[in-house]
């Protein structure tokens, strides 16, 4: 899932649409390659698109700028997948504008897209074409996950390569960081029963057994029933140090109600289906207080010396700040960067089946993100999964993600 | 907790469950005992209710759970929420009766039923489009005064949802069964014909019994508000539901059975989450009232209707 709280922030500074090159400092003889780029420009979430957009073409920018790749320019060409009918990204167009990069072989390799539902369109397509992508947002398991292998990359190798985690550990991170950072000893799972809600909460309760942290319990609720309080007496008098609620806000913001009231002192905690705006207005303060949430990417860090030199940067480029999805863009087109400048060391052809194994393999000790390594799958090796948690801050709008979710840090992996 | 402290805390929680579930059967229940037709517009009508407190405590000055009265600024509060609610809504089932249900009332079958069911779907489309879908923050200004037995805890709205729901209940078995209109409306209910030929103004007891109905319909709304302190556009669906039941296992028309069976259906709701998990409370439930109906079709406090002819 990806949360739409970049939207309320102000626009950053909108790079013209279409192609661009940037030639200076480039050499006469310079090969061009391409690289595609596919984006949600049109609906909804078309201002995250332009801020995370942003971020590669800082990257590739600055690679072209300093002859960063000696022989080598890139040219980054923007895709839209959104449309006006959909109102939002349309797997449709995000599947044309795939075949469009793989019919080009002056394509090495692809970013985006922002959509899991878009990266499901594309996968397919990109995997026939042997066309590596990097997707800066999307979280879907499924994508990635070797059992839908026949799916979603029929030709066999990892085409789907990802900067953010997959929703498959913010389940099992948040029961490392209830056990080991919080230091709790029991817990009590609910989850809502939809797909989501029953996956991440399965996924906590296997971690938790793993970990000796003691399940005393697991319930499941009718998102559309009113009462809990029969089901939250009954965890009152286990005397449970947790509450783990797997599922999104539609039983969400009623549970956080009812738990303020029966259980005031326990420690509660869900995954990013609360992570959201409806549990601040829905729920309202005090009964938002205290939650912890995850989410499955990292998040930009203002205190973090290296982040604020990025922004810096940033800012003067675009006139705005950059945001979480803009670092893992960044990130992803700094990927690209290095396994091109690897491969042209060794003297090696920059083609997109080089390319792509290249970033099988490539490695970057020390990204704003910290290390970033692929496994076979495309997934990232380092699972950075950051904590929320709900400090009211009376000062600020108090229906205002970022104002009242304060960041805690990213979750022990283990 | 003890098992003792335990058990209390369960029972004070099927009470409420079921007071609520019982509040909102009586409308319901009323409506069928007059006009024998199962209106299920009621449930969208309470959660229009709802929206309609919100707005009058909104416009009052209460939001969310910051604002905390007591004394005669509450009574005068909740008094203005309560009539303000109650009359929009019984005109909201006035309005349903009078344009949608009157030139209807000739038809014989399942009709009218099913055109409360639209009726239903279009109140819940108003609000969906002019409100919107996500879970509203109610206002709560009653004071969290409770008292503690153990680690058991009674709070002052249980008590108050509690004495709501008899008081109602009362009243309206008097209405029914002894005041003059409520005999206008049996009679009205039984045989319409003979009913105008003995001086009822059958049309104006119609409107009446769907003024009451949809403003008890509102009022639930409000209480409904008040005690878990959101609202939200599929409210009516999920609550209406169990009701529904509730009115069925008591034995529908009949007003205290309806009370008799939503209070039945809150206690076995906390007594299965307690001992067997919330997931199933819901299977326990109809499974319940499945035996009930094979061996009593009319519900426990129901009596066989006679025969329409």
Redesign the interface.
């Known amino acids: 899932m990806i949360s739409r709280r970049s939207a309320f922030k102000a626009a950053a500074g909108i790079a013209a649409a279409g192609t661009f090159a940037v030639t200076e400092g480039a050499q006469a003889a310079d090969k061009t390659v391409k690289v595609g780029m596919d984006l949600s420009l049109t609906g909804a979430d078309s201002e995250s698109a332009i801020r995370v957009g942003n971020g590669a073409i800082l990257a590739f920018e600055d690679a072209n700028k300093y002859g960063e790749v000696p022989g080598i320019k890139f040219d980054l060409v923007k895709f839209d997948d959104g449309t006006a009918t959909a109102g939002q990204y349309d797997p449709a167009q995000a599947a044309t504008n795939a075949r469009k990069m793989v019919s080009d072989k002056g394509f090495i390799a692809a970013l985006g897209p922002q959509m899991s539902g878009a990266g499901k369109a594309m996968s397919p397509i990109l995997s026939e074409g042997n066309l590596a992508i990097i997707t800066p947002s999307s979280t879907n398991p499924d994508i990635t996950d070797p059992k839908f292998a026949a799916q979603y990359r029929p030709k066999g190798k990892a085409v789907y390569f990802r900067t953010v985690t997959t929703d498959a550990y913010q389940g099992p991170n948040m029961a490392n960081f209830l056990a080991k950072t919080v230091g709790i000893k029991s817990v009590y799972i609910l989850d809502d029963s939809g797909a989501y809600g029953v996956g991440i909460a399965d996924s906590f309760q296997k971690r938790c057994e793993e970990l000796g942290l003691k399940v005393l319990g697991r319930d499941r609720l009718d998102p559309k029933a009113a009462d809990y309080s029969a089901v939250l007496t009954k965890i009152k008098s286990l005397n449970a140090d947790g509450l783990y609620y797997g599922g999104v806000g539609q039983a969400g913001v009623k549970l956080a109600k009812q738990v303020y009231e029966i259980l005031p002192k326990i420690v509660k905690a869900g995954g990013d289906g609360i992570y959201g705006v409806e549990l601040l207005k829905g729920a309202g303060f005090p009964a938002a207080d205290g939650w912890y949430a995850s989410n499955a990417s990292p998040h930009k860090d203002d205190g973090d010396k290296k982040m604020k030199e990025f922004s810096d940067r940033f800012n003067a480029r675009f006139k705005g700040s950059p945001d979480d999805y803009t670092l893992t863009m960044y990130v992803a087109a700094r990927a690209i960067i290095e396994t091109v400048k690897v491969l042209q060391a060794a003297g090696k052809p920059v083609t997109r089946d080089t390319v792509r194994d290249g970033l099988q393999s490539v490695r970057m000790a020390n990204s704003l993100i910290g290390p970033v390594e692929f496994d076979e799958n495309g997934d990232l090796k380092n699972k950075v999964i950051s904590v929320f948690q709900v400090k009211k801050d009376a000062s600020k709008p108090l229906d205002n993600m970022d104002d009242q979710f304060a960041y805690i840090g990213i979750a022990p992996m283990s | ?1 003890t098992s003792g402290e ?1 058990f209390l ?2 029972l004070i ?2 009470l ?2 079921g007071a ?1 579930y019982s509040l909102l059967a009586l409308g319901f229940t009323l409506v069928y005992g007059i006009m024998e037709l199962i209106n299920f517009s009621h449930f969208n009508v309470f959660m229009v209710g709802a929206f309609i407190a919100l707005g009058v405590l909104r416009l009052m000055g209460l939001d ?2 910051n604002v905390i009265l007591s004394g005669l600024p509450l009574v005068a509060v909740i008094l203005v929420a309560f009539v303000v609610t109650m009359f929009s809504t019984g005109m909201i089932g006035v309005g349903i009766e009078r344009l949608l249900l009157r030139p209807l009332r000739a038809v014989t079958g399942p009709a009218a039923m099913i055109l409360t069911i639209g009726v239903s779907y279009i109140l819940f489309n108003i609000i969906l489009i002019g409100v919107g879908g ?4 109610f206002a709560n200004p009653l004071p969290s005064v409770s008292w503690h037995f153990g ?1 058991a805890t009674l709070r002052l709205r249980d008590v108050l949802i509690w004495g709501i729901t008899i008081v109602l209940m009362l009243g309206l078995t008097y209405f029914v069964q002894f005041t003059k209109l409520g005999k206008g409306m049996r009679a009205t209910a039984q045989d319409p014909e003979a009913a105008r030929m003995m001086g009822v103004e059958v049309d104006n007891v119609v409107g009446l019994s769907f003024f009451i109905g949809s403003a008890l319909a509102g009022a639930s709304g409000l209480i ?1 508000g008040l005690y ?3 609202a939200k556009v ?2 009516g ?3 209406g539901l169990r009701a529904f039941t509730a009115a069925v296992l008591g034995g529908i028309g009949n007003v205290p059975g309806a009370m008799l069976g939503g209070v039945l259906i809150g206690l076995i ?2 007594g299965s ?2 001992l067997i ?3 199933w ?2 299977v326990i439930i109809f499974s319940i009232l499945v035996i009930v109906l094979v061996f009593r079709p009319a519900g426990l406090l129901g009596r066989q209707a006679p025969n329409k002819s």
């Open positions: 907790m335990l805390q369960q929680n099927g409420n469950l609520m969310g759970q996500d879970t509203r923050n680690e409904f878990y302190n959101y599929d409210m669906f999920s609550a709701e906390a989450s307690q998990g919330q997931a409370a819901d």
